[in-house]
Antibody
Framework: EVQILETGGGLVKPGGSLRLSCATSGFNFNDYFMHWVRQAPGNGLEWVAEVRNKNNNYATYYAASVKGRFTISRDDSKSSVYLQVSSLRAEDTAIYYC???????????WGQGVMVTVSS | DIQMTQSPASLSASLEEIVTITCQASQNIGNWLAWYQQKPGKSPQLLIYGTTSLADGVPSRFSGSRSGTQYSLKISRLQVEDIGIYYCQQASSTPYTFGAGTKLELK
């Protein structure tokens, strides 16, 4: 059974940082691209970042709204993906979901999400 | 960036009714289109990918279609468990953009 579990959310002041973690199991992690998608309270879905697999040179991609402030990475030995979020702004307040895709870029399994609140 | 314009924003329908939600892509995305369902307090779930293919376990009353750059999700006979918010997503190029969502309620 595919399992995806995010941790690391919380309340942080504007300008602060957090590291979100996503632990996975139940599938061959090395075969998949991993993504973070966020959802601000009462709003829709926004794709945030992607890290591809070893066969694709661990290439990373970011939404313009987070580029330069967020860093996605993965540890294949731990079947985990991370999102370092820095220089946080109020508009980064959201549930952050970890999700996977293959080369077709459809998100077929999602974690339960982790809440990040940016407030003074 | 590719914009996905989804309509309607909300929809009220009766049980067993046919429901259709549409998404208009701002440019050609071929068949690189997915639909997700999100129930209150839950994570999104993949319903349809590649414009017309049903994800595992999705009931056959759901179907997807395309006409040019307009994409449609159809629920043939609305059931109580179909209530939620539906999103389209283009998978043609980064950033992978979503529609704004359609909130489906029971009349």
């Amino acid at each position: 059974e595919v399992q995806i579990l995010e941790t690391g959310g919380g309340l942080v002041k504007p300008g602060g940082s957090l590291r979100l973690s996503c632990a996975t199991s139940g599938f061959n992690f090395n075969d998949y691209f991993m993504h973070w998608v966020r959802q601000a309270p009462g709003n829709g879905l926004e794709w945030v970042a992607e890290v591809r697999n070893k066969n694709n040179n661990y290439a990373t991609y970011y939404a313009a709204s987070v580029k330069g402030r967020f860093t996605i990475s993965r540890d294949d030995s731990k079947s985990s993906v991370y999102l370092q979020v820095s220089s946080l702004r109020a508009e980064d307040t959201a549930i952050y979901y970890c999700t996977r895709s293959d080369w077709l870029y459809y998100f077929d399994y999602w974690g339960q999400g982790v809440m990040v609140t940016v407030s003074s | 960036d590719i914009q996905m314009t989804q309509s309607p924003a909300s929809l009220s329908a009766s049980l067993e009714e046919i429901v259709t939600i549409t998404c208009q892509a701002s440019q050609n995305i071929g068949n690189w289109l997915a639909w997700y369902q999100q129930k209150p307090g839950k994570s999104p779930q993949l319903l349809i990918y590649g414009t017309t293919s049903l994800a595992d376990g999705v009931p056959s009353r759901f179907s997807g279609s395309r006409s040019g750059t307009q994409y449609s999700l159809k629920i043939s006979r609305l059931q109580v468990e179909d209530i939620g918010i539906y999103y389209c997503q283009q998978a043609s190029s980064t950033p992978y953009t979503f529609g704004a969502g359609t909130k489906l309620e029971l009349k």
